[in-house]
């Protein structure tokens, strides 16, 4: 894997990680983390780099799920951050 990818995919898992750790239900919070923990293991031995290109994607589009379903925060937790 060449530098900047591997870069790639580690900056992926850990927005993934952070994201995955803004669920305010400790049972979706879990699930995700280990949704994400564990699908980086099962890919962690993938070389082909159109592979790795497509599993990026996958965790891309991952990540736009992930921060779409996170509850929203209202105005008064805003403010305090």
Same mark, same amino acid.
């Given at each position: 894997?060449? *530098?900047?990818t &591997? *870069? $790639?995919? @580690?900056?992926?898992? +850990?927005?993934?990680?952070?994201?995955?750790?803004?669920?305010?239900?400790? /049972?979706? +919070?879990?699930? =995700?983390? &280990?949704?994400? $923990?564990? =699908?980086?293991? =099962? /890919?962690?031995?993938?070389?082909?780099?159109?592979?790795?290109?497509? @599993?990026? /994607? $996958?965790?891309?589009? /991952?990540?736009? #799920? #992930?921060? &779409?379903?996170? *509850?929203? $925060? !209202?105005? !008064?937790? &805003?403010? +305090? =951050?």
């Amino acid at each position: 894997m060449a *530098a900047s990818t &591997r *870069a $790639q995919v @580690l900056s992926l898992y +850990r927005i993934l990680m952070k994201e995955s750790k803004k669920f305010p239900s400790y /049972n979706y +919070r879990t699930y =995700a983390l &280990r949704r994400v $923990q564990d =699908a980086f293991r =099962a /890919n962690r031995s993938v070389e082909d780099p159109k592979m790795v290109e497509q @599993l990026l /994607n $996958q965790g891309r589009d /991952n990540l736009d #799920i #992930i921060r &779409r379903q996170r *509850a929203p $925060q !209202c105005e !008064c937790q &805003r403010r +305090r =951050a």
